[in-house]
């Protein structure tokens, strides 16, 4: 079992930025593709951006393209989001995830006030 542990979230200002961090355990995590997803209070949980297990592709939501950029580090088996100029409409609380498998974190709040 993989577990997952994501950090970084807090409270930020309008075109503020946050940095989230995804620490996974176990081995060949660069064997896996990796997602961030989000979910906002009384809505489904949405895909934020998605990373191949090499890093050389990426895919965004229309929603944050732009703004927002994963990345991964193998070698500390660590995924990230940055996320730039942020809006209220992206507060929600952000989970990765590993493609191929069912496990969850525990997800990091990301709050932004106007």
């Known amino acids: 079992q993989v577990q997952l542990v994501e950090s970084g979230g807090g409270l930020v200002q309008a075109g503020g930025s946050l940095r989230l961090s995804c620490a996974a355990s176990?081995?060949?995590?660069?064997?896996?593709?990796m997602d961030w997803y989000r979910q906002a209070p009384g809505k489904e949980r949405d895909i934020v951006a998605r990373?191949?297990?090499?890093?050389?592709?990426?895919y965004y939501a229309d929603s944050v393209k732009g703004r927002f950029t994963i990345s991964r580090d193998n070698a500390k088996n660590t995924l990230y989001l940055q996320m730039n100029s942020l809006t209220p409409d992206d507060t929600a609380k952000y989970y990765c995830?590993?493609?191929?498998?069912?496990?969850w974190g525990q997800g990091t709040q990301g709050t932004v006030s106007s």
């Open positions: 990373i191949s297990g090499n890093g050389a592709a990426t």
């Open positions: 176990g081995r060949a995590f660069s064997a896996y593709a």
């Open positions: 995830k590993i493609l191929s498998k069912a496990d």
